[in-house]
C-alpha cells in the first residue's frame, strides 16, 4: 500500500493550489482526478488577476507543469470511489493510505434540458455573469431560470446590460412583488415553454418557443442549481449548509477530523481565484497540522 501525508481528491484550481504549497513544504501528496473539470466547455477563464482571458484547459496545463520540480507530488488518474477512516488517517480506494484528505472535488450544474443548448454552451450560453457577463454587455441577453432563482440572476444582470428577457419554460413560480419589480424596470418575462436555441457556430441568435414564437437574442444565462461532484464528503460525515455547500470553517476544515474541504464544493462564491485562495488556505492548514504532529 502506497502511504503520503496527503491524498488530494481533484486536479482543478482547488487541489493544484493546494498541492503547490504543499510540494513546497516538502510534504507527499497524491492528487487523484478524473479529468472533467466543471469548466471545459467554456473558451475563457475570467477574474483571475494576470491570467483574466485564458482558456481552462491552458490554465491546468500550465499548473501542472509549474507542480513537476516538486517530486514530492504525484498525479494519479484514478476515480475516488470509496474513504475509509482509520486511526492513522484515511484509506482511498483500498490501496492508498494518507494523515490528511483535502476535497477539491468541484460540483456539477444542472444544466437545462433544451434542444440545441450544448450547442451554445460556453461560447454564448453561460451560468456566471462575473465570468462571462463583460463580453456580452450591452447586448440583448435572456436568463433561464425559475422563482427566486431567475429573479435573482435577472436582476444581477442588469449590471451588464438593459436589455433582458426571463425565460421561466413554464409557470415563473415568481412571487407578485417579484413579477412587478421586473416589470418596473422594462425587463419581459416569458413562461412559454421552449422548444429550442437556434445560431450558428457556438452563436447563439433566436430562442423558439412552443407556440412557434421567436425571441432574438445574443447570449443566455441560465440558474438551475448545482450539485456536490461526488458523495465523497457526504460518506464522511461532514456537515451540509442549508444550500448544499460542504460546511467548512477556519482554513476549509471541516466537522471530521483530517477533512478539508476546498474550492466550488464548500462557498458560494464560485470564482477560480476563490478555489485557488482556498486550496492555498487548506493546504497552510493541512502542513501546520501535520507538524504538530510531526514535532509531537
Known sequence: MKSYDVVIVGAGPAGLSAALILGRCRRRVLICDTGKPRNRASHALHGFL?????PPLEFLKIAREQLQPYQTVEFCDIEVKEVRRTNEGFIINSDISCRKLLLATGVVDRLPQIDGFKEFYGRSVFHCP???????RDRRIAIYGKGKNGYGLTLELTLWSSDLT??????????PDETDRLKRRGIKIYDIP??????SQGMLEEIEFTNAEILACDAMFFSTGNDQHCKLAENLGCKFTDDGAVDTGDYEMTNVPGVYVAGDASKLVQLVIVAAAEGAKAAFAINQELLKEDLS
Do not use: A, F, K
Open 50 to 54: 494576470t491570467r483574466d482571458g485564458i
Open 130 to 136: 462575473y465570468c462571462d457577463g463583460w463580453e456580452v
Open 166 to 175: 426571463l425565460l421561466t419554460d413554464g409557470p415563473t413560480e415568481l412571487l
Open 194 to 199: 421552449i422548444r429550442r436555441l437556434i445560431g
